[in-house]
């Protein structure tokens, strides 16, 4: 066995024992392991990670570590911006504009993110932690999880831990960590299937409406998948405060 010294900053301390928080401890591993699979051992998602520095210098996850050196892992930080040509960049940047895949537990951070016009994958069935983790490859998404298991798997590129189980704060996290508040749109996508709602003439759906529907409103969105009809109803004034509740809380 060989030892190293591991320091782990800000929020990625959530993940360690009391015993390893915010100060440096001594990591034994054995010989000719990668940086990532210690971080992971350790107990933090390569996908919380955003810069690595051994004695000092910038390195990515394929660093293999060396008996005694000195490392310093961090999360993501607003004002740390790593340059596409510099050493030590962990992944590309998360797609713009951004996207994402929830995974089962998360249905209503799902609808929140699809109010706010974000595309938002949510399964309709228990897809397994595979399947989560190649969609999210192969559509270029980011995944949001509270299952660490899950955004340590080596095809999940971007991806973020939640630490709270409430909805409202989860979607708060999330528009802060991506910083997203720039990208919320005034049309939302449909909160059923995700789909892209478009304008329709009330003639043209109007045997599917109530008949107070058909009386009081005039206006109408169909989404082009489903064909869920929207409208602004009773409930519309008050998603509108949600939203604008969101947009002041970029800080």
């Known amino acids: 066995m060989q030892d190293a010294s591991f320091r782990f ?10 015993e390893r928080q915010q100060a440096a401890f ?36 394929s660093y293999r570590v060396q008996p005694g050196d000195r490392v310093a892992v961090y999360p993501h930080f607003s004002t740390l911006d790593v340059d596409a ?10 797609p713009s504009p951004a996207r994402f895949i929830l995974d089962i537990h998360l249905g209503q951070l799902a609808r929140y993110l699809r109010l706010l016009g974000f595309d938002t994958l949510y399964p309709d069935s228990d897809l397994d932690d595979a399947d989560l983790a190649q969609i999210a490859h192969d559509e270029e998404r980011i995944l949001l999880s509270r299952d660490r ?5 080596s095809l ?42 478009q304008p329709i003439v009330k003639e043209a759906i109007i045997d599917r409406l109530e008949p107070k529907t058909k009386r009081y409103y005039h206006e109408f969105q169909i989404c082009q998948d489903c064909e869920q009809i929207y409208w602004q109803g009773s409930h519309y004034p008050k998603l509108r405060q949600f939203v604008a509740a969101v947009k002041q809380n970029r800080g």
């Open 156 to 197: 999940v590129v971007h991806g973020y831990c939640l630490r709270t189980k409430d909805s409202e704060e989860q979607l708060t996290a999330v528009l802060h960590r991506f910083s997203l508040f720039d990208q919320i749109q005034d049309t939302p996508r449909c909160l059923r299937c995700n789909g892209i709602l």
């Open 149 to 153: 298991g899950l955004l340590m798997r």
């Open 85 to 94: 040509g510099q050493n030590g960049r962990l992944r590309p940047p998360p």
């Open 9 to 18: 900053y800000a929020d990625l301390n959530d993940f360690l024992p009391p």
């Open 26 to 61: 001594v990591y034994s591993f054995n010989n000719d392991q990668s940086i990532k699979h210690l971080i992971e051992a350790a107990g933090v998602p390569h996908t919380e990670v955003e810069r690595i520095l051994v004695n000092g210098t910038p390195v990515d996850f």
